[in-house]
């Protein structure tokens, strides 16, 4: 690392406010969602694992996307509790390196899972006597499988091409995690191989697990037209409701975020919905999947019980 950067061996962390009152607040609400992230994403895995009856392919992908969920935001949340309560903003190189690395990493295998979850809910529905065939334990575990080498790859490639620009004294980020658009604005060094690398990296990433999604959606829809019963539709439809609100929340904070120009970024607006995806969002999503789901809900009254 240091061949590439030779002045900045740190980087401070502006974060949301500077009012001593404000990042009190912010503290408490942060780990009030950290704690309910943790509390909702782990109670999930325990149930997937822990009741036969939700050893299913869906379940076995949701439990993954929780696991996901649980390490994406204990990479940020931690650090964002410590920026808001201590005096001391700063992060080192290494340790910018290395929460960028796991997020990057965390945040590709979660596109390419939900991608492979909307395959799962095709075959569900479109195909429904030979989803137990089709959707084998191997198939789901090389899905998942292929998930994680696909965001370690990526994660790998992006962090060495970020941290290879050369960052020459400006060392204030204005953000709350070491991110691209604040690490880029911060970068003095030829910036356009990186950007052919960054909208790669998109498209790989985003565009392409978006483009299969929709694709997987189209025949689904069409396969609900053809069911006769609007009753019969409408339970189709409700198995996929809560994976299209995670693909939408998730891949539009995304898109906001990166697939804009360089000159529309505004970092303050871009805070917020980069808080969302990173902190808020992992929290939603035990609720999202649990809340409409009898079997998780009866899998809960036997953990009670």
């Given at each position: 690392m240091e061949q590439y950067n030779n002045t900045v061996i740190e980087f401070i962390l502006v974060g949301f406010t500077t009012d001593h009152v404000m990042q009190l607040v912010l503290f408490a609400i942060f780990l009030a969602v950290y704690a309910l992230t943790v509390l909702g994403n782990s109670t999930l895995i325990v149930l997937i694992c822990n009741d036969s009856w939700l050893h299913t392919p869906m379940y076995f992908f949701i439990g993954n996307l929780s696991f996901l969920d649980l390490g994406l935001s204990t990479v940020y949340t931690p650090k964002i509790l410590v920026t808001c309560i201590s005096e001391d903003k700063s992060i080192s190189f290494a340790g910018c390196v290395a929460q960028f690395?796991?997020?990057?990493?965390?945040?590709?295998?979660?596109?390419?899972?939900?991608?492979?979850?909307?395959?799962?809910?095709y075959m569900a529905i479109s195909k429904p006597l030979l989803y137990s065939q089709a959707m084998s334990l191997k198939l789901c575990a090389f899905l998942v499988a292929a998930s994680y080498l696909g965001g370690l790859i990526n994660s790998v490639i992006i962090t060495k091409d970020t941290f290879s620009l050369t960052f020459c004294s400006d060392n204030v980020i204005d953000d709350f995690f070491c991110d691209i658009p604040p690490l880029v604005k911060l970068a003095c060094g030829k910036k356009g191989s990186f950007q052919s690398v960054l909208f790669f990296l998109?498209?790989?990433?985003?565009?392409?697990?978006?483009v299969f999604i929709l694709a997987s959606y189209l025949f689904i829809i069409a396969t609900i037209l053809r069911i006769r019963s609007t009753q019969g539709r409408l339970k189709a439809f409700s198995t996929c409701s809560s994976h299209l609100i995670s693909v939408t929340l998730y891949y539009g904070s995304i898109l906001y975020i990166y697939a804009r120009p360089r000159s529309s970024y505004s970092?303050?607006?871009d805070k917020i919905v980069s808080t969302f995806y990173t902190v808020v969002f992992p929290m939603l999503n035990p609720l999202i999947y649990s809340l409409r789901n009898?079997?998780?809900?009866?899998?809960l009254n036997k953990l009670f019980k």
């Open positions: 690395f796991f997020s990057a990493g965390l945040g590709y295998t979660e596109c390419y899972l939900l991608a492979a979850m909307a395959y799962d809910r998109l498209a790989s990433n985003v565009i392409i697990p978006i970092l303050g607006r009898k079997d998780v809900k009866e899998a």
